[in-house]
């Protein structure tokens, strides 16, 4: 991928938001900008920064990666051959400890105003402020955001990949579902098949969930116990999604255990139907990320289900952006005035729910195209029944 010009776009926006330096720390944004294979999902920050992205306007990009960070010579040398800005080799500064932090920021970071990452308020406010007391440090993190909304054709053609894994996932875990199988057993086969077919890892948790019909209604969905296994008569929830050369995926579907009644099939066929019909009226530059949820509303209502898609999704929320990060801004929900453009890539996550009868959900990865949006997934949309 070309960080060079990623990093010149993020220069442009440093200068253009009037900051004289930005820093980033372990994250998304520092994987966007340096391509470097460091370890940051489903961590909590560490005290001490083992990587630091630092743009300064006087000088090229500078990263700071700690000896505890996990990368080796060779993928430093790599990594550093192919981040280049400004015609001149990305630097790479190793530190041993916090002072070693210090030090290094002093000498990079000049000026008054310094953007920082989401990790300012953990960490790393407070030490450009312990190294330089004069500065002022403004959360920044929207600019890195901002950048990665529209992905380039490599970012696409990743996505695609990793978009297409989930179904071949699906498929092999749909045959393991039968009578007596628990929730933590088809979860652990959703992960040992993504893994087993070349994910790096999983970008959350798997979820596989059991709502039994005809059970007394609750205001949490998910009571059926962890240690029950599954009997005729129950909807199984999936949502899962893996990490794929750096990018994730967010994917779900439901079924059924037997022969559903009709109201059961039909909210499921409704979902399918809706969101289908949703992304065939989405076209750049005439609809609003707010106005998606409206749509989806109005296709559920004219099937008769409205009330299910809204007994679940309350505040209206449909869906988020994916790429390097799982779930990246702007979300997707009413009064979002973010208008679609071609290059973005989101997941929509519709949802039914009538308590004591299913939960049922769906959720696809969408690529908004110079005219319309197109389906990034692609598992069966039919089949929703299985035989016990």
């Keep these: 991928m070309d960080f060079r010009a990623k990093l010149e ?11 004289d330096a930005l820093v980033y720390g372990t994250g998304a944004n520092f994987q966007y900008f340096t391509g470097l294979p460091v370890t940051w999902r489903r961590m909590e920050e560490p005290a001490v920064p083992d990587c630091l992205l630092v743009l300064a306007r006087d000088r090229s990009p500078r990263v700071v990666a700690a000896a505890s960070c996990g990368m080796s010579c060779a993928e430093r040398t790599a990594a550093a051959a192919v981040a280049v800005a400004f015609a001149e080799a990305v630097t790479f500064e190793t530190v041993e400890s916090r002072d070693g932090i210090l030090r290094l920021l002093r000498g990079l970071v000049k000026g008054k105003r310094v953007g920082t990452g989401l990790q300012a308020e953990k960490y790393l406010s407070g030490l450009i402020k312990e190294a330089l007391p004069d ?18 054709g490599e970012e696409i053609a990743v996505l695609r990949r ?9 498929e092999i875990v749909v045959g393991s579902i039968r009578p007596g199988i628990t929730q933590p057993e088809l979860r652990a086969k959703v992960q040992q ?3 087993a077919l070349g994910a790096q890892d999983v970008s959350f948790s798997p ?3 059991f709502v039994k019909s005809g059970t007394a209604p609750t205001e949490d969905p998910f009571v059926y116990p962890l240690d029950k296994g599954l009997l005729p ?16 995926s967010d994917f779900g579907r439901s079924f059924y255990c037997g022969s559903a009644p009709a109201h059961i099939a039909g909210a499921y066929r409704a979902l399918q139907e809706s969101l289908c019909s949703l992304v065939g009226q989405m076209k750049p530059g005439q609809m609003t990320l707010g106005e998606l949820f409206g749509v989806m509303e109005a296709e559920m209502d004219r099937r008769g289900y409205g009330d299910r898609l809204r007994a679940r999704l309350k505040d209206g929320t449909l869906g988020h952006q994916i790429g390097v990060d ?8 009413p009064g979002c005035d973010v208008v679609l453009q071609p290059g973005m890539v989101m997941a929509l996550e519709p949802k039914a729910w009538l308590p004591g009868e299913y939960y049922l959900r769906v959720e696809d990865i969408v690529l908004i195209t110079d005219d319309g949006a197109e389906f990034l ?11 016990v």
């Design 162 to 170: 990793a978009a297409a894994l989930t179904g071949r996932v699906m």
């Design 193 to 195: 098949a993504g893994l």
């Design 326 to 333: 799982l779930h990246e801004n702007p979300w997707i929900r």
């Design 135 to 152: 500065v002022e440090c403004i959360n920044a993190e929207a600019l890195g955001e901002a950048l990665r909304l529209q992905k380039d």
């Design 9 to 19: 776009r993020l220069y442009a926006a440093m200068v253009n938001n009037d900051l």
């Design 233 to 248: 008569g129950t909807s199984i929830a999936f949502d899962f999604g893996f990490l794929l050369d750096g990018y994730c």
């Design 207 to 209: 979820a596989a969930l």
């Design 377 to 387: 997934t692609s598992f069966d949309r039919q089949l929703f029944e299985l035989p």
